[in-house]
């Protein structure tokens, strides 16, 4: 359930418009962000939080690569 004035597409719209431009370990703590809300609201996220781990799942850092596919096996069990 959503919370009156919550929009789960919105924030991870927001917080994923800075996923470019962050460090590597910034990208770490978007990709838990993203899991977290893809957990909470996966109706509404989890196609966009998966498309993003794969994407990373192939990223040069390796800790990015692992997080990535860790949290898109997660979602793929939950569906």
């Not at 359930?1 to 996923?19: C, S």
């Amino acid at each position: 359930m959503v919370e009156a004035g919550k929009d789960p597409a919105r924030i991870f719209e927001v917080l994923h418009r800075h996923f470019t431009f962050c460090s590597d370990k910034g990208k770490a703590m978007l990709l838990t962000a993203y899991a977290k809300l893809a957990t909470r609201f996966p109706s509404d996220l989890i196609d966009q939080a998966q498309i993003i781990f794969r994407i990373t799942g192939e990223h040069a850092d390796p800790d990015l690569q692992q997080r990535s596919i860790e949290y898109n096996q997660l979602m793929e069990e939950s569906d």
